[in-house]
Structures are given as structure tokens and as C-alpha cells.
């Protein structure tokens, strides 16, 4: 994954004089010739075994959110079990933008915000807001992170 969004950003900003339909040309050539053969292989299957330790898993696609961290810290402070959830978070953010998983204060000054303690549960990607190409394909790099989670 994060292959296919480093070559998609090289990609996008070696266009010259861009145009919704260049852009769009190589967004498909690479997204095809990353995920197409792939996807048809996996058609109708599981991509893993569904796992029995009721996990749940939860998918964000985030644009240029401030209030992600809150959400997230929402999420696991009110779960009754938070060391179950698994996330997949995609964040297309620009340079200055909040990071959605970046607590309050720095993990190496205070460990025990929720943040910092289920830290081992989030899987981050990070897209340049620039290159966002919106919500639907943020979900779905989101969601190739299903790892089994039962929910």
C-alpha cells in the first residue's frame, strides 16, 4: 500500500500542465495495474480467516479533519472493550494539517493518553490532500487494512 501511494503521488506530480483527464489517466493505469488482478484473484474469498477473538474493525477515511483525534479518542474511551477495535485510518491531509492520530501532547511526555495506549491498534496512511482523490477511494485503501476482525 504504501508503494502504490508513493508511486501515485510521484505519478500526479509528474504531469505536466495537469488536467482532470490526465489526472484520471494515470490514476487508472496505476490503480489497474496495482489492484485489478489482485481483486479478480480474491473475488467471492475472504482475504484472511475471520478471527475469533471478537475484533471489531473500524475504517476512517478522513479529509483534512480536525476533529479525527477527538473521534478516535471518543471511540476508545467509550468502547467497552477498546483493545478489540482495529483501525484502518486513510488521512488525506495537507503539510500544517492536524494529524488524526497525534494526541494532545507527545506520547514520550504522557504514555497514558488513550491515543498513545491503542496506538498498536491503528494502522495509518497518509495521503497529500492534493492528490485526494475523495472518499470513496480512501475507503478502499482503508478497508484492504481487513485484517479478519469478526465486526
Given at each position: ?46 482475504w484472511t480467516p475471520v478471527r475469533r477473538d471478537d475484533s471489531i474493525f473500524v ?93
Amino acid at each position: 500500500m504504501e508503494t502504490y501511494l508513493a508511486e501515485l503521488h510521484a505519478a500526479f506530480t509528474s504531469i505536466e500542465g495537469p488536467t482532470a483527464e490526465k489526472v484520471w489517466d494515470v490514476f487508472y493505469r496505476l490503480t489497474s495495474d496495482t489492484f485489478v488482478a489482485e481483486d479478480q484473484d480474491r473475488a467471492g474469498k475472504l482475504w484472511t480467516p475471520v478471527r475469533r477473538d471478537d475484533s471489531i474493525f473500524v475504517s476512517v477515511a478522513s479529509y483534512r479533519d480536525e476533529n479525527c483525534p477527538a473521534v478516535l479518542k471518543d471511540m476508545f474511551t467509550k468502547a467497552k472493550h477498546p483493545d478489540r477495535i482495529r483501525v484502518a485510518i486513510v488521512e488525506q491531509r495537507l503539510s500544517g494539517d492536524t494529524v488524526c492520530t497525534t494526541p494532545a501532547i507527545p506520547c514520550t511526555q504522557d504514555s497514558t493518553q488513550t491515543l498513545c495506549r491503542y496506538a498498536h491498534l491503528i494502522d495509518y496512511y497518509e495521503v497529500d490532500a492534493h492528490f485526494g482523490v475523495g472518499p470513496v477511494f480512501a475507503r478502499h485503501l482503508a478497508n484492504r487494512h481487513y485484517r479478519g476482525g469478526k465486526y
